[in-house]
Structures are given as structure tokens and as C-alpha cells.
């Protein structure tokens, strides 16, 4: 036991920042979450920034567990000095009527999570602030304003009135609408300050009657709402569906920042925006971003009001995009550059700062109140996959960063994006552009319309793809805009949601298609007098904005020049080899482009599916005798020859492993009788016939069936065939000079004698063929290990083997004895429950599957210590699975053409993190 008189530390749960000192910094990022700790870090660098205060991270934990009010007790004392702390600093006092503080209360977590906590602007107003602040400003206007937007967010936010249903707008917008309607007035900066003070009254009397709760009068009071509404809002659905999708666990939670107001909508001479270091979407050294003048901070992401551009460069390019003529840009849209001069030389300078200090792309908030400049956030600024390249590359060329660095910068996952399809030039030259917005999230996408987030989820699932098309979106949206295609947005800027999300996501998206409207009662979207009806066809480029009318064709993109630098960075401090699965020459071809060192699964059944292969496999598989099948294999062999040299042509002399077949024979029997009538007339067998073979080779289970070597041991003919085909495709193209090795790999064991079986068998067709042709080529056999068995034997069946390749899509299947075919019954609802951090079948299974792995890699090595190792299950393409495999020391993972870049770039990124 502790003694009586020890003090017990007290956590401190409140860090307070301003006027150029902060008690956090920029480290701090898991405590004070990432705008906490970076408002403390630009304190320091001496950037004008509001003060306030920091609640951390551990406060929510502390919530979460024990409930409101023991929280709002543990940081009452230390709110209190936070409060005071600020009163000081600005000279105002908390609900004071003659001087009010007013602050903002805003949630931040680690990783910024963009639009998914809600945070409450201009707190602390009540009947006798709005006042003090009418008075002190001198703009009574301004001050109603305020009022009016703070009981707006605090009853959305705090005390939940929000739409009743998805079809309904927003119940406080109900109410402005009417206001203007009755003053015939469009926007709402005409709206006098008797119209906003009754508007106030509205939306408090709404509030009461849907809530039966008064609006809080007491700043104090008003404050404990928001803050815990903040701590609330981090188990909300939207927040849960983004923690979801970007793997951030849920026992970080958020810390909440509390800072004095400053307004961009205080008069003519303030404004409100945000702005990038360089270009978000395509990585291009600009510095670059929106802004309103009088207008407070979430008028531009909802994307309410056309934004003006920041600098006048920017602002030219847009103009020219959205044809706008120089004259009209002058006069109704001019850049910050232009109009306020010197604020803009601030911020530029700043911004160059920040990029410097960081040494990275920033994103970052502002506010000026009557012509003063206040930064209101800065962040490490999301963006495209493209633009992440760029940047890293152009980071390295500065020398900002160096090439580790730049290797490490790059998320494996979203180099998808760069070899994202473009539309067909052909079929776009004919193509009906309908409308066009911002290109607010690149590449192109081609779709079904479709007006709220739901149907785009359940579109999805019956495989249509689908256009989400919004007046605007909202983090509701986020699991819809997941899944379509593309997103078209008919308002807001390149700083909305929708295109933020859009980005964060790497889809898809144009936004602020004025001229389109949607009515969400009908399902339609009106443009020029045209109406599409949900279902219509229509398609995006998210790159230049344009909107297309009808289906186009997309195509594969070029690799660009930064592109190949990075590949040719990560290759420099790799250590893992990527192999690609591919079965056609072409699926070869495409791999050796985005730079695969060989073949590390050639599927040969797939063969058997092109054209008219499935004829002779199919009699092979209905005959009904040995020489039945003979006969219907040699149809099969010279098919098999030929694949197999152009695979072996189309590699080079890189390697080439070649599976022997391995599914369930049924597979390729026809199920239709209409198929099984025509396959009776061409063996010249009755239809009776081959139904019976057919209920024959019926499994209860056939993923555990008849399948894999066990094929080749029962019909070793089959075996013999396919052996034959890849020699004899050796040694054919030995002869143009390609220096192939075919590594021969059997499926599916478990027992050593089986892999032995099979190995005798493929070696004595192999020494026939060499003394039929008089001539040898070398060649391998080797082994897929996918099932536990084959793991923990691997010392017994390594000696005879070249080589191990794991089959973790097995291996998963048998070790969690989930069937891969009926998994999507369960498996979504317990990821969702937490019983799996994620789909074992995507990203591997360190420990249980991983285990195995890592026992047949030390065995394996044991029994023989020149086995060559391998990856070839789906996992070879997720990059925490090739960073597992890294670590247990395979020699290379095998993936599709498609995903061998994403491989590469997570096979260096993880030499480099287990570097030291
Ligand atoms: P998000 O994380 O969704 O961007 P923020 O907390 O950054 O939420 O705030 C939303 C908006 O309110 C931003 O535009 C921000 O600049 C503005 N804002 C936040 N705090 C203040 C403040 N103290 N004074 C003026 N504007 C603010
Ligand atoms: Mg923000
Ligand atoms: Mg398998």
C-alpha cells in the first residue's frame, strides 16, 4: 500500500496554446490529437494563430469509459484556468454582456478525419452576449449573424434536430429559405438583423418543440454540450464507417480544441478560406486554394457560395476552365492576391513556413478578420495518388526529403490510382459532354445514377456500377460514395466534402456541376431541359470536370515519369522480389510492364476455359475409361503447348511457375441441360449418360474434394499430359535462344509421399520427352504449401523440393476452416462485431495462417537450405502482407499484374521500416 501522505498525480488532461507559447507541440499527435498538437506547434514557429486550449485524447478514453459527468469533474478546475487563460489573452470575458469570450469548440483525433466530428462555432452567445458583441464590433448585423449560426450548430451538433427523413433539407434551412421567400431576397447576406434576431427565436422555439429541451443560456453549460457532444460524435456511425475504411482503431479517440473566435464575417475587409502548398490533385508545385470574403469557415466546405481563388495565377486558370472572361473574373471573382495584397503576401510566406518546417504538402485553414490574418489549422494535406508521387518525387528533386523518405511517402494502396483507366479516345471524341464542374478528384468513371448513398450501396452489390449524383454530399454519404464509381455534386468548390472525400478515397469526382439539379422526390437530375432518370447512364472526368451523357469506354493509363522513379527507388532498397499470377500471355505482358521479376502462379485450368479448349476437357473429364481420356488429353496437350510457349516467349528468361490443374473437376462441366444435351451429341454418348458422370463427380465439399494432386494421383494421366506441355514448350523455345527455367509446381499436398508421387512422375515424363527429342532443358518442382499439414512437414518435403510457393488463399480457408464460397455470411458481421480486425482472405493473418507460414519457412530452410520461397495467394498484393512476408524472409509474393506496383512500393517501404 501507498503511504497515507503520497500525493497522487493528478493526469492532466488540458494543454493550453497561445500568444506565441504552447504547452504542446507538433509530437504530441496521439495526446492532443493532430489540429491540437500542430496549433501548438505553429504557436511556437510564432504563426498568428487564436489561442485556446487542448483536451486530450485521454480525456475521451476517460469518457467513453466512465460517463459525463465524472469527466466534466476531472477537468472542471483545469477548463477553468483554460478559460481564464483565454480571457486574458484576448481581453473579453466568458458570457460577459458588455465583452464576451466567444470560442469555437472542435474535435481533432490523430489523422485528420475530414468532416467526420462536428464542430460548434461562436459559443459562449447568449441574449445578453449577442450584445456585448454587437456593441463592441459596431456591427449589430454581424452579430446576429453569429447568434443566429451558433444556436444553428449547437442544436444540430449538441442537441441532434436533424432532418427527419433522407428527403427532407435541413429543418433550420427550412426556415432561412422561408425568411428570404418572405423578404424576396436569394441570398442569405441580405437578410437584415430584425430578420436574424426572429430567426433566432425560430430556431430556438423548433428546438424546444422537437427536443422538449431549452437552448442552454449558460456559457458554461453550453460548453460542457459541446464538449461532450465532440467526445460523443467519436462513436457516431459516419465517424465509425471512416475508421472502418482507413483502419484507424477505435481506443485512440479525439481530443477537443477549444479557441477564441475570430471572424471572417465580420465586414467586407474579412474573409475565410483554405488553402494547399501545392496541388492536391495533381502535385504540381503551386500554391493554391479558395476562399469567401465575409464568410465564416464552414460556408466554404459546404460549398454553399461560388469560392474565389487565392492567388491570381490560380484564379486565371480556373476562369479559363469554367469560361469566365477575364473581365468577369476581375470584377465578381478576384483572387486574394488581388484584393488584399498584403494579407496575401502574409500567407504566402507562411505557407512556404509551414511546408518548410514540415516537409510536407500542407493543408491549411485561415481567417481574416478586418484585414488581419489568423491561421486556424494546418495539416499534412490529403491527396491524390498521382499527386502523391509527384510530390514525393519533386520533394526529393528539392532536396526537401530524402529517397527513403520519398519512398516512404507514397501509400502503396493509392498508386492504384495512377493506373486507373482513362476514357477511350475514340469514344470520347463522339461523346455528349452534358454538363461541367470542377475536377475535383481525377481519373474516369463510367455509371448508373444513382441520388442517395444507400441505393449506390445496394446497386453495388448487384455488381452495377454506379454514378452518386448530389446536390451535395455529407459524411451520411460516405459508405455510398465508397462503393460508386464516381461522384457528381451539383454544388461546392474543390475544398467540399465531396471532393475532399472524393480524393481521400482516390475515386472520381466533379464537383459544382451548376447547372445540373437534382430532385431527390422525383430521382431526377435536370440539365439544359434534359432529364436523366436514376438508372440512366452517364460518365465523369474527374480531371478536367466534364459530364458526360451515356456509357464510354475507359482504357489503361500510361505510367508516367515520376511513376518509374519512384519504382526504380523502391526496387533500389528492396529486398523482396514481386512476382505476378498470370495465366495469358497478355495478363504476363501488362505484369512485366508495371515491372513483375517472373511468373510465381500460372493457373492452367484457366487455359481450359478460353474458347473451344473446354471441349476436349470436358470429354477428358466425362470419359469413361483411361483411354478416353488419353485421348481427349492429347486434344488438350497441343492447346497446353502452345499457352505455354507464349508464356515462356512473353517472359523472357524470367522465371515461370507453372500449377498443375488443381480445382474440383465439376468446374468445368456445363450445368445447363441445354450444355449438357450439346456435350452428349459431340462424344456421341445419350444425355442420361452424362448426367450420370456428372452426379458422379457431385462433392459435399469440393474445395476439401477431389481437387488439387490428388487429381494427378488419381489420373496420372493428367499429370503426364500437362508435364509433357510445358516441357516440350521448354525445349521449343530453348531453341529461339530464350534461356527459360519452367518451375513445376504440384497443388494441394499434404502428405510427403503424395508431393513424392507426383514429383517421380513428372521426372520420368520429363526424361522421356528429353530422349524423345534427344535434347534436355532444366526445370524445377516445387511445392504450394496450403494446408497445415504441408506447413508443419515442411522439413520432410523440403529436400526433394526447389521450391515452396504458400497458397495463402488455402491456407486461410483450411486453417480457419472458413469456406472462401460462404464466408460473406458471416463474415461482414463479425468484422463489424470485432471479432476480425479484418478480411483474412485480404490482408493475412499474422498469427494463426502467418504462424504456419513462418514454421514451414524455418522448417523448409532446415531440411533444405537452398529452397527458394514464395507468396502467391491474394495477400501478395496487400501490402501488409507483403510487409509480413518481408519479415518471415520469403524470397519473393506473387500478385496480380495489376497490383505488382502496389507490391513493389510495399515491399521497399518495408525494408526500409524493419531497416533498423
Ligand atoms: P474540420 O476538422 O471539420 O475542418 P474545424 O474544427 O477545423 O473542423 O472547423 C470547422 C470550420 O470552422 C473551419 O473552417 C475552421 O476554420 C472554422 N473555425 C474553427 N475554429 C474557429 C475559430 N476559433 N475562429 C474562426 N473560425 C474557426
Ligand atoms: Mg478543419
Ligand atoms: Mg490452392
Not at 58 to 69: I, M, N, P, V
Not at 71 to 85: K, P, S, T, V, W
Not at 360 to 379: A, H, P, S, V
Request: hydrophobic letters at 40%.
Amino acid at each position: 500500500m501507498a503511504p497515507k501522505d503520497a500525493k497522487t498525480v493528478k493526469t492532466k488532461y488540458i494543454y493550453t496554446f497561445g500568444d506565441g507559447n504552447a504547452e504542446g507541440n507538433a509530437q504530441m499527435k496521439n495526446l492532443l490529437g493532430g489540429k491540437g498538437a500542430n496549433l501548438c506547434e505553429m504557436n511556437r514557429l510564432g504563426v498568428p494563430v487564436p489561442p485556446g486550449f487542448v483536451i486530450t485524447t485521454e480525456a475521451c478514453t476517460r469518457y467513453t469509459e466512465k460517463g459525463r459527468e465524472d469527466l466534466m469533474e476531472a477537468i472542471r478546475e483545469e477548463m477553468e484556468q483554460g478559460i481564464a487563460h483565454l480571457e486574458q489573452i484576448m481581453g473579453t470575458r466568458f458570457g460577459d454582456r458588455e465583452n464576451p469570450l466567444l470560442i469555437s469548440v472542435r474535435s481533432g483525433a490523430r489523422v485528420s478525419m475530414p468532416g467526420m466530428m462536428d464542430t460548434v462555432l461562436n459559443l459562449g452567445l447568449n441574449d445578453d452576449a449577442v450584445e456585448g458583441l454587437s456593441q463592441r464590433s459596431g456591427e449589430s448585423r454581424f452579430a446576429w449573424d453569429a447568434y443566429r449560426r451558433f444556436v444553428q450548430m449547437y442544436g444540430d451538433v449538441v442537441m441532434g434536430l436533424k432532418p427527419e427523413s433522407k428527403e427532407d433539407e435541413d429543418p433550420f434551412e427550412v426556415l432561412i429559405d422561408e425568411m428570404k421567400k418572405k423578404r424576396g431576397v436569394a441570398n442569405d447576406n441580405q437578410l437584415t438583423t430584425s430578420d436574424l434576431k426572429k430567426l433566432v427565436l425560430q430556431f430556438k422555439e423548433l428546438i424546444l418543440q422537437r427536443t422538449g429541451e431549452e437552448f442552454p443560456t449558460d456559457p458554461w453549460e453550453q460548453l460542457q454540450g459541446a464538449v461532450s457532444a465532440v467526445f460523443e460524435s467519436w462513436n457516431n456511425e459516419r465517424a465509425q464507417v471512416y475508421r472502418s475504411l482507413n483502419g484507424i482503431p477505435e481506443h485512440w479517440g479525439t481530443a477537443v480544441n477549444v479557441q477564441a473566435m475570430v471572424y471572417g464575417n465580420l465586414n467586407d475587409n474579412s474573409a475565410t478560406g483554405v488553402a494547399f502548398t501545392r496541388d492536391a490533385g495533381t502535385g504540381e508545385d503551386l500554391f493554391n486554394g479558395e476562399f469567401l470574403v465575409n464568410a465564416q469557415g464552414e460556408d466554404v466546405v459546404a460549398g454553399i457560395r461560388t469560392p474565389q481563388q487565392i492567388t491570381l495565377e490560380g484564379s486565371r486558370r480556373w476562369a479559363e476552365l469554367a469560361k469566365i472572361t477575364e473581365e468577369v473574373r476581375r470584377e465578381k471573382y478576384p483572387s486574394l492576391e488581388e484584393i488584399m495584397p498584403e494579407v496575401y503576401r502574409e500567407l504566402a510566406a507562411i505557407e512556404t513556413r509551414l511546408e518548410n518546417h514540415y516537409a510536407d504538402m500542407q493543408d491549411l485553414e485561415f481567417t481574416i478578420q478586418d484585414g488581419k490574418l489568423w491561421i486556424l489549422q494546418t495539416r499534412n494535406g490529403k491527396r491524390t495518388g498521382a499527386a502523391m508521387v509527384k510530390i514525393a518525387v519533386d520533394m526529393l528533386n528539392q532536396g526537401m526529403i530524402d529517397e527513403k523518405t520519398a519512398v516512404l511517402r507514397v501509400d502503396p494502396h493509392r498508386l492504384d490510382e495512377l493506373l486507373h483507366p482513362v476514357f477511350d479516345p475514340t469514344a470520347i471524341k463522339s461523346a455528349n459532354v452534358i454538363a461541367k464542374g470542377l475536377p475535383a478528384s481525377p481519373g474516369a468513371a463510367t455509371g448508373q445514377v444513382v441520388f442517395f448513398a444507400d441505393d449506390a450501396e445496394s446497386w453495388a452489390e448487384n455488381n452495377k456500377p454506379t454514378i452518386l449524383v448530389r446536390m451535395e454530399t455529407s459524411p451520411e454519404d460516405l459508405r455510398g460514395m465508397s462503393v460508386a464509381k464516381g461522384i457528381l455534386t451539383a454544388r461546392g468548390g474543390m475544398t467540399s466534402h465531396a471532393a475532399v472525400v472524393a480524393r481521400g478515397m482516390g475515386k472520381c469526382c466533379v464537383s459544382g456541376a451548376g447547372a445540373i439539379h437534382v430532385d431527390y422526390r422525383a430521382r431526377t437530375m435536370t440539365v439544359d431541359g434534359q432529364t436523366f432518370r436514376e438508372g440512366d447512364w452517364i460518365s465523369l472526368n474527374g480531371s478536367t470536370g466534364e459530364v458526360y451523357e451515356g456509357r464510354i469506354i475507359t482504357q489503361e493509363p500510361a505510367l508516367s515519369g515520376d511513376f518509374g522513379k519512384l519504382m526504380k527507388l523502391a526496387d533500389k532498397y528492396t529486398r523482396l522480389e514481386v512476382r505476378t499470377n498470370a495465366d495469358t500471355p497478355e495478363d504476363a505482358a501488362t505484369a512485366l510492364r508495371f515491372g513483375a521479376r517472373g511468373i510465381g502462379l500460372c493457373r492452367t485450368e484457366h487455359m481450359f476455359f478460353e474458347g473451344e479448349r473446354i471441349i476436349p476437357m470436358r470429354e477428358m473429364i466425362l470419359a469413361a475409361d483411361e483411354t478416353g481420356r488419353r485421348t481427349a488429353l492429347d486434344k488438350l496437350l497441343v492447346f497446353q503447348r502452345e499457352d505455354f510457349r507464349g508464356l515462356f516467349e512473353t517472359m523472357h528468361d524470367l522465371p515461370v511457375t507453372i500449377r498443375l490443374l488443381d480445382p474440383p473437376l465439376h468446374e468445368f462441366i456445363p450445368h445447363d441441360e441445354a450444355g449438357q444435351r450439346e456435350i452428349a451429341d459431340d462424344m456421341g454418348v445419350s444425355l442420361e449418360v452424362i448426367k450420370d458422370k456428372i452426379e458422379e463427380l457431385k462433392e459435399a465439399n469440393p474445395m476439401m474434394g477431389h481437387r488439387g494432386c490428388r487429381l494427378g494421383i488419381t489420373y496420372p494421366e493428367i499429370t503426364e499430359m500437362q508435364v509433357r506441355a510445358i516441357i516440350e514448350a521448354a525445349l521449343d523455345v530453348k531453341m529461339k535462344g530464350i534461356r527459360v527455367i519452367p518451375e513445376i509446381m504440384v497443388p494441394l499436398v499434404s502428405k510427403v509421399k503424395e508431393f513424392e508421387a507426383q514429383k517421380n512422375l513428372i521426372e520420368a515424363t520429363a526424361e522421356t520427352i528429353f530422349a524423345e527429342r534427344n535434347e534436355r532443358v532444366e526445370y524445377q518442382i516445387g511445392t504450394m504449401v496450403e494446408t497445415p499439414r504441408a506447413a508443419m512437414l515442411a522439413d520432410y518435403i523440403s529436400p526433394n523440393a526447389h521450391f515452396f510457393s504458400f497458397g495463402t488463399n488455402d491456407l486461410t480457408q483450411m486453417t480457419f476452416g472458413y469456406s472462401r464460397d460462404d464466408a460473406s455470411k458471416f463474415l461482414p458481421i463479425y468484422l463489424k462485431q470485432g471479432l476480425l480486425d479484418h478480411d483474412p482472405f485480404e490482408e493475412i493473418d499474422q498469427y494463426g495462417v502467418g504462424g504456419l507460414v513462418q514454421i514451414a519457412v524455418e522448417r523448409g530452410r532446415k531440411g533444405n537450405p537452398n529452397l527458394s520461397l514464395g507468396l502467391c495467394g491474394e495477400h501478395g498484393g496487400n501490402p501488409a502482407s507483403v510487409d509480413f512476408c518481408h519479415r518471415v524472409g520469403l524470397d519473393y509474393v506473387s500478385c496480380s499484374p495489376y497490383r505488382v506496383p502496389i507490391a513493389r512500393l510495399a515491399a521497399a517501404q518495408a525494408s526500409l521500416k524493419n531497416e533498423k
